[in-house]
Each structure stands twice: as structure tokens, then as C-alpha cells.
């Protein structure tokens, strides 16, 4: 049984961004516990509300779940970016991460935007 959401290609990205915030999240010192529970709920958040909007009839709750995604994936990009401040994980694993969260932002608002004109 296929699902709406896995047809979408954000959808597919957005793991590809939880996979990469769970690699630095691996690699963060002791004492990071914090940091590691916010990505990680707020990674999760991205793909679970792009599925629920995925799973919407109306165009205007896809675009509210959508919109949720969004904001969730700007504030992953804000907790990597303290990271990368403090030097606690490694460049090129938050380049990559923050890459994925950049093509998943760009693709939410072509889909917010689709079904908000």
C-alpha cells in the first residue's frame, strides 16, 4: 500500500535530512543532551508533518502542515548553526545536513505556495 506522502519527493529528502542530523547528533560531547533532543524532535517534526499534509483533502490543511514542516526544518537549521558556532561537530556533516534542509525548505514553499494562489 503506497501512501500520498511517499510519493512526494520532500518527503524523501527530509529523511535524507533526519538521517544527516542523526549522524551529528551521534557525534555530539557529553553534556549535548539538550542539543540532541531538540534536532531530533524537530528533525521528526519536519517529516511527520509533511506526511499528515501529504494525507490532507483540503489544499488549505495541506498548506498548514506544510507551513509546521517548514518552520520545523528553519529551526533545525538554527540548532546546526549553533553547533557549527561552538565547533561541536564536524564541518562536513553539517554542510551536508544543512544542504538537505535547504532543498526540504525550498520544496515546502513550491508546495505551500501551490496551494495558497
Known amino acids: 500500500m503506497a501512501f500520498d506522502h ?9 529523511l ?11 557525534q555530539l560531547p557529553k553534556g549535548r543532551a539538550h542539543l540532541r533532543d531538540q534536532i531530533e524532535r524537530a528533525s521528526g517534526s519536519i517529516v511527520a508533518n509533511i506526511a499528515e499534509g501529504a494525507g490532507e483533502l483540503s489544499p488549505a490543511e495541506k498548506a498548514r ?19 557549527e558556532r561552538r565547533n561541536e561537530a564536524p564541518e562536513e556533516a ?4 544543512l544542504g538537505d534542509l535547504e532543498r526540504v525548505v525550498s520544496m515546502l514553499v513550491k508546495l505551500i505556495r501551490a496551494r495558497t494562489h
Open 6 to 14: 511517499h510519493k512526494l519527493d520532500v518527503y524523501q529528502r527530509a
Open 16 to 26: 535524507d535530512a533526519l538521517d544527516a542530523c542523526d549522524r551529528i547528533t551521534a
Open 65 to 83: 502542515f506544510y507551513r509546521m514542516a517548514r518552520r520545523s526544518a528553519i529551526e533545525v537549521v538554527a540548532w546546526l548553526e549553533i553547533i
Open 94 to 97: 553539517l554542510r551536508e545536513a
